[in-house]
């Protein structure tokens, strides 16, 4: 038989609450400023990103969970008086600092409520937290009541009825945290090991080699970074699932259940276990919720087609309740204290007596999305919500890993296409794909144990505390999850409020994709400390260094000489080729010997009279635009390239700046020996830090364009750069750090009318020598 309670009053009580931050104790702090108007509050928190704790009280009472005090007139000197209620503790729970020492009640809610976490972080959040938190509580004078908000699912999933009682197992808290703050030592000690950094090594160098070896070096580390993070999650995987439990999140949740037990034996305790916890049914007001939950991003994938399927049985239960009824359930137990030495115990769901079944919730979400289609982004209409056909969970694990091998395939293949418009836009395809297969895995990972879970959380003693309630209380203040409509809750409440700020945007994505929200182009801000720095190849003009030397060695010497260097330069192409994606420097070395032996005042004269109109014909309009544009700016203009100086003169006008490479001369002869490295790759970079320096130019302020993922280091130097008509990898790497991506596409004249121009114009510049 459930207890009786007795459930008393908070009025001029002093609670504590952690997790203040969190989704239920946003709610938690907002309940208690607004229906507890004697109560005094104490927040532990600590500061983050430089704001300290204070200024992230200030910051929280703006959010919208407070939106009642927002909108009631006066309500910026109501959120004031608000504030001076409420006390800030700056702390962490790793090492809890001293606390007042006439608190009443406590209500911990911090924890790290995420499922896969590394296994010190789960460790150090939840368990090692709770035991500091009721260590530092033991020295008050008189022993609080505890309030411990944990989870429904920490007891390990199963068949049947769960009972409202402590936890049932012989897990030892201390030695397994014990065991997780030695993980990341191990694992950091097994990163280091030879096999491990040798196989991070040539995979970065195979990726990454164009840009230098500092960023191979770079791309290494945060790979080895990665990997341990990768194995600390496995770990945790591994030691939850060998013991019973679904993740880590419920296995460190269920340990400091445990060590709060213990350390708070004898003394007043309430542990409250909710279920999945989303979106309010009444309060604050109905439909608020903050960031996605448990259950929203399965919503939002439904509505937009690309969960196509979801493991598991349609008959097993959801076991989900609003987040203002475990307030209520929290701030009616808090005034309900336990015994010292019979902690009370309360399951805060629905699944025991009004279960919701995933075909259920499926019948709703197709309802739902029926009669409110989400608009699409492209701007054509609605899109088509999916199906669930609910299939065993190693059938969507094959489809999932079918989809992944595909969609790997096909980005292989297009590294070896050429890049173009067609190209790029297969791979923003193919980035997209990419992303919704790689949520298909992690949804599968996370959410297929609770998909088949046949277990039932009693909950007879919440229905005796909501019982205790004064009738007057019940009403506004109950917890009874018998009331909850499912239909109304899920397609009036919840999915409006999860899809409300999806909808805002995808529409304004549409009305841009219709050329209706297109801002126009505003002007460059002024500035004398600003460099633009620009690539030449790809970026200025529609050439490369391959093209502008066929200008120059088939535009002079006589048919035979020509012939055979075109013959010699394409049975060179594959070394070429090999250099360029590894070693971008050495190309250039390379390519550039092959100057050896020309006379420096005749090519100096060639690029004069004969390729100047060659290469203005392959200069890209729009960069010339943009260029002038940073000029009148005020910018300081720079073109920066691996080229030799003497073939970009005709394009000197245009620049402030203009940085290439030059062959070293021996009597008028050029001996293919370039004077200083070339400014490529990393030491671009370099000498674009460097440069700044000596004029003192402001980098974040300072724009760059380039098209090769050999730019990279340069771009990422400058706090404005744009990659231009990019290559696939700088495409990559551009959309997953969100720069801006232009197509500078429109010249006056194809690669083999400029060839033909240079052919041409080279042998009027032979006539006049010929001649004399």
Not at 375 to 387: C, F, Q, S
Not at 492 to 501: F, L, Y
Not at 562 to 581: F, G, I, N, T, V
């Amino acid at each position: 038989m459930p207890r009786t309670y007795t459930v008393a009053s908070l009025k001029g009580a002093h609670v504590l609450l952690t997790g203040a931050t969190g989704f239920i104790g946003q709610a938690v702090l907002e309940r208690l400023l607004t229906d507890h108007p004697d109560t005094r509050v104490t927040l532990l928190m600590r500061g983050r990103g430089g704001c300290g704790a204070r200024d992230r009280l200030v910051r929280l009472l703006r959010k919208d969970v407070f939106r009642r005090w927002h909108e009631r007139p006066g309500g910026a000197e109501a959120l004031a008086e608000a504030g001076r209620r409420v006390r800030v503790v700056e702390g962490d729970l790793a090492d809890v600092p001293e606390l007042p020492d006439d608190i009443d009640t406590v209500i911990h809610c911090a924890s790290a409520v995420t499922f896969d976490p590394p296994i010190d972080e789960a460790f150090s959040s939840n368990v090692t937290g709770a035991a500091g938190l009721c260590e530092r509580l033991a020295r008050q004078p008189v022993p609080p009541h505890l309030v411990y908000v944990s989870t429904a699912f920490v007891s390990a999933p199963g068949h049947g009825q769960v009972r409202e009682e402590p936890l049932r197992h012989r897990v030892d808290w201390r030695q397994e945290t014990a065991s997780a703050e030695r993980a990341r030592a191990e694992v950091e000690r097994d990163s280091r090991r030879p096999e491990v950094l040798r196989r991070l090594l040539r995979e970065a160098r195979r990726a990454h080699g164009p840009c230098g070896n500092q960023v191979v070096a770079a791309q290494t580390e945060t790979a080895r970074s990665a990997w341990v993070e990768r194995q600390l999650v496995e770990y945790g995987r591994a030691r939850a699932t060998s013991l019973g439990w679904t993740d880590v999140y419920t296995f460190t949740k269920a340990l400091a259940e445990r060590a709060t037990e213990e350390l708070w034996a004898g003394r007043p305790l309430t542990v409250l276990r909710p279920a999945i916890v989303e979106s309010a049914l009444r309060h604050p007001y109905p439909g608020w919720i903050d960031g996605h939950k448990m259950l929203d991003p399965l919503i939002i994938d439904y509505g937009t087609g690309t969960m196509w399927d979801l493991p598991g049985a349609q008959d097993a239960v959801l076991d989900v309740i609003p987040v203002d009824l475990v307030v209520n359930a929290v701030l009616a137990a808090a005034a309900a204290p336990a015994a010292p030495g019979a902690p009370h115990y309360f399951h805060v769901g629905s699944g025991s007596s009004n279960p919701l079944t995933y075909g259920t919730l499926h019948d709703h979400l197709d309802a739902y999305f029926r009669r409110h289609p989400l608009p699409d982004p492209a701007g054509y209409g609605h899109l088509r919500h999916a199906r669930w056909k609910f299939h065993d969970a190693g059938r969507v694990r094959a489809a999932i890993g079918l989809a992944e091998r595909a969609s790997a395939a096909a980005a292989s293949a297009l590294e070896w296409l050429p890049t173009s418009e067609r190209t790029l836009a297969r791979e923003e395809r193919l980035h997209h794909r990419r992303g919704e297969l790689a949520r298909q895995r992690h949804y599968f990972k996370v959410y297929q144990p609770y998909t088949g879970a046949q277990a039932r959380y009693d909950d007879r003693e919440l229905l005796a505390l909501h019982g205790a309630l004064p009738p007057q209380r019940a009403a506004e203040h109950g917890f009874d999850p018998r009331q909850l409509d499912w239909r109304d809750y899920l397609q009036e409440v919840h999915c409006p409020g999860v899809t409300r700020r999806l909808r805002d945007a995808m529409a304004r994505r549409a009305e841009v994709g219709r050329g209706g929200g297109q801002r126009p182009a505003r002007a460059l801000p002024p500035g004398e400390d600003v460099a633009a720095v620009f690539d030449l190849d790809g970026t200025v003009v529609a050439a490369d260094m391959v093209e502008s030397y066929l200008w120059a060695r088939l535009a002079s010497g006589p048919l035979p000489a020509r012939a055979a260097e075109l013959l010699d330069l394409l049975c060179s192409a594959p070394r070429y080729l090999h250099a360029d994606r590894g070693d971008r420097a050495a190309f250039v070395r390379a390519f550039l010997h092959r100057y050896r032996g020309a006379d420096e005042a005749e090519l100096h004269a060639l690029v004069r009279e004969a390729l100047a109109d060659a290469l203005l014909r392959r200069v890209l309009p729009d960069a010339v635009r943009r260029v002038r544009e940073h000029r009148a700016a005020g910018h300081r203009t720079v073109l920066v390239t691996g080229s030799l100086e003497v073939l970009v003169e005709p394009l000197r006008p245009l620049f402030d700046e203009v940085v290439g490479c030059r062959l070293e001369s021996r009597g008028g002869v050029l001996s293919g020996r370039l004077t200083a490295p070339p400014v490529v790759g990393e030491a671009r970079a370099a000498w674009l830090r460097e440069y700044a320096r000596e004029r003192g130019l402001s980098l974040h302020r300072s724009y760059g364009y380039a098209d090769s993922y050999s730019d990279r280091p340069f771009l990422s130097l400058v706090g404005r750069p744009c990659a231009v008509n990019p290559e696939l990898r700088l495409y990559r790497y551009a959309a997953r750090h969100h720069w801006p991506v232009v197509r500078w596409g429109t010249h006056p004249g194809t690669r083999w009318e400029a060839l033909a121009d240079a052919v041409v114009a080279g042998a009027r510049h032979e006539a006049p020598r010929s001649e004399a």
